[in-house]
């Protein structure tokens, strides 16, 4: 099992949307978490982090995390054509080590 | 991005020979990483180091060795360079745990 999954998409949503991006991942002792954006033919850059459960919001950008079912959220407001990319969660698994998922490729559509 | 320059950005090799890639940082951060990313399987770890001199292992660390006798520099090299080391190899530094990291603009690497 891997230590983090997400669904690959795509994802096709109108400019103005709210945007939902999800990862499950397998061990319940991970406590850190964190979103990346990658735009075609660039380096992940990285968005939010976060520690252990709740929320996280940094402008039209929410992390969730629920250590409950071991699921993390991407949430993104007023979505924009800019923000066309691939979304990849990320979880620190000890010595700072990170496992990524496979990323989920997102279109906001002007 | 971040204080990281990765050097090549691009390099095509031939099977069977060495290659090095270079990382370089000004942020002085402890941790550097050396992944890469491929189609289907997303970015996987080759090696990482936790000081001068300090490396490990990471999930894909078979053909690659690491050395970093320097803060700001961490080498990867391909010691007999296969095709199936093709991919797009990002450095990574990180200040502490918890914190994420940041990423270098990569560089892709074909071995014919």
């Known amino acids: 099992q891997k230590e983090v999954e997400q669904d690959p998409g795509p994802l096709s949503v109108p400019e103005g949307a709210i945007v939902s991006l999800n990862c499950t991942y397998s061990?319940?002792?991970?406590?850190?978490f964190m979103w990346y954006r990658q735009y075609s033919r660039k380096g992940p850059e990285l968005l939010m982090y976060?520690?252990?459960?709740g929320n996280k919001e940094d402008g039209r950008f929410t992390a969730q995390v629920d250590k409950s079912s071991k699921y993390i959220s991407l949430f993104i407001r007023d979505s924009q054509p800019s923000d066309s990319a691939t979304y990849l969660c990320?979880?620190?698994?000890?010595?700072?080590?990170?496992?990524f998922g496979t990323g989920t490729r997102l279109t906001v559509i002007p | 991005d971040a204080g990281i320059t990765q050097s090549p950005r691009h390099k095509v090799t031939e099977t069977g020979t060495p290659v090095t890639l270079r990382c370089h940082q000004t942020?002085?951060?402890?941790?550097m990483y050396w992944y890469r990313q491929d189609p289907g399987h997303g970015l996987r770890l080759i090696h990482y180091?936790?000081?001068?001199?300090?490396?490990d292992k990471g999930e894909v660390s078979d053909g690659y060795s690491v050395s970093r006798s320097k803060t700001e520099d961490f080498l990867l090299t391909l010691e007999s360079a296969t095709s199936s080391q093709t991919s797009v190899y990002f450095c990574?530094?990180?200040?502490?745990?918890?914190?994420?990291?940041?990423f270098g603009a990569g560089t892709r690497l074909s071995v014919l």
């Open positions: 990320a979880i620190e698994a000890g010595a700072n080590n990170l496992f």
């Open positions: 061990n319940s002792a991970f406590q850190y």
């Open positions: 180091s936790y000081g001068v001199k300090d490396t």
């Open positions: 976060t520690y252990s459960s």
């Open positions: 942020e002085n951060h402890r941790y």
């Open positions: 990574a530094i990180s200040e502490s745990k918890g914190t994420g990291a940041y």
